[in-house]
């Protein structure tokens, strides 16, 4: 993998952004997600291991943790992000 699959713009936010705060599914093409307060997720559709375990957990991402992996749903248990749009 070279320099020149690395989306940079993406990466910035450039596609722009999505804030959620509500317990309803989210849908679309993300890169990352940035939790501006503590937050749980409920369940999550996208290129992680085990993301099972991690729901099962009720793992908590604090505020300002980022989760960077394509994803294209996700629900919040409880707390808020910002989701940046790229392609998957």
């Known amino acids: 993998m070279g320099l020149s699959s690395i989306k940079v713009l993406d990466s910035m936010g ?3 952004w999505v804030y959620v705060n509500g ?7 993300f890169i990352a ?4 307060e503590d937050t749980v ?3 999550l559709t996208g290129k992680l291991d ?3 375990d991690l729901i099962a957990d009720g793992t908590t991402f604090a ?3 980022v989760l960077n992996l394509p994803f294209t749903s996700i629900t919040l248990t ?6 940046y749009k790229g392609s998957v």
């Open 14 to 16: 450039a596609n722009g």
């Open 23 to 29: 317990t309803s599914a989210t849908k679309g093409s």
């Open 33 to 36: 997600a940035q939790f501006t």
């Open 41 to 43: 997720i409920g369940a």
């Open 50 to 52: 085990n993301s099972a």
């Open 63 to 65: 505020a300002g943790q």
């Open 78 to 83: 409880s707390g808020a992000a910002i989701l």
